[in-house]
């Protein structure tokens, strides 16, 4: 029997919703609260299933995100998620059939790029993605880091005040707006996304839910800068000493002020000897901000967001760059979707870009262009390993000056 693929009814989503946990393999029964939890933040004309029979054996989603662009443009992005096939029913080419749809109607639609999470590296780099953000995971040995217990309180006249949950959903996406528009790599966030920060709304998979500890830092004009939430495990030695460790679910910061005074706040918590901090950037402040950096040890070092860039033109067009250089791109793209050469004269003050014939500099695949695209990259390294042509000599290290960052990229969500 041949399989179907297409969007599904709303009808359907029970029954596709138990598709996703079949395969991502948690317990294959959704209960009615999931769906009707669910149902309003997912649009159906963007969820795809593949149909064996009665019975959804392939899922794949796709929802509106915005994505900040090195220099704080907020690109129309199609965010996709979800992405199963059936133990039964893999490597037959649903998911290759599911994504080209996908990426079809999101260029269609206007959007500049697609974004991931990938679950394995090598699954999404065939569809033209490429991974553009890094994260990197500390645990921080408290008794190591050199801070003063005696002194953990902003030294600079602002203050660390614990809030609840109501405050969080509250306050916290408008400091989060400010945050990601500063943040390239960061993405938007939805309502749904603060009611499973908070507790109202759960993921599936994720286990009992644990109320966390919320703490926000003022600055001293009484401004919110930034806000943490963590989770404290009870866990004691046998010679009765605390021996417990602070796990980070998330820490939004809008002035290095902010970072310093939560991070100082989190290791200076009587009882705790440990503290994890979640996804952070890799180039994020942290290790430095203690005396003895060595107490971060890194345990996590991993590929995050990848993207798809859809618009070769707005792409380029949209961020930033820090210098003035012209730059003639050949980007292949077996899919046929975003392809062509193109030709980027970039300024400090603004860049333009537009299909051409002229001879290319470099040539290279659409998923290297979406690695360079967020600045975390260096076509120099890339033009080394063999997966940049340098057509014209030194122009791996002419698009280095364009499109590398002083701070790099950033997403610290997953979705
Ligand atoms: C954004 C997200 O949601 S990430 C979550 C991704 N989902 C998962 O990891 C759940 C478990 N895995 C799965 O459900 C499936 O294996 C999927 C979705 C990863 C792949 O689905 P399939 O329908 O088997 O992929 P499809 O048959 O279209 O494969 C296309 C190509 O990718 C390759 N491929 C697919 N999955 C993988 C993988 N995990 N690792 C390496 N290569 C892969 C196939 O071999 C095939 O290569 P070919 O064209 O050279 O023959």
Known sequence: MSLEVRTITESEFPEWLRAVATGFLYAPVV????????????????????FDGGRCVATFRSFAQELTAVGGAALPAAAVT???VSPTHRRRGLLSRMMAEDLAASKERGDVVSTLNAAEYPIYGRYGFGPAAWITDWEIDVLRTGLDPHRPLPG?????DLVD????RKAGPELYERFRRRQPGAVSRNERWWQVFTGQSHLMGSGAWTEPFYAVYRSASGEMEGLV????????GDAKQPLNTATVQGLIAVSPAAERALWQYLCSIDWIVKVRTGHRAPDDLLPLLLPDPRAARVVTHADTLWVRILDVLRALEARTYPTSATLVLDVRDASGLS???FRLDATPDGASCAPTTRTADLTLELGEL???YLGDESATRLAALGRVTEETPGAAAVADTLFRTARRPWCPDVF
């Open 31 to 50: 209960s009615d609260e999931e769906v009707a939890d669910r149902g309003p933040y997912t649009d159906f004309s963007r969820t795809r299933g593949a």
């Open 82 to 84: 979800n992405v199963t």
């Open 156 to 160: 600079d006249g602002g203050r660390i």
């Open 165 to 168: 949950a109501d405050e969080v």
């Open 229 to 236: 939430s963590y989770k404290v495990d009870d866990h004691w």
């Open 339 to 341: 392809g062509g050469r």
């Open 370 to 372: 979406s690695t360079l």
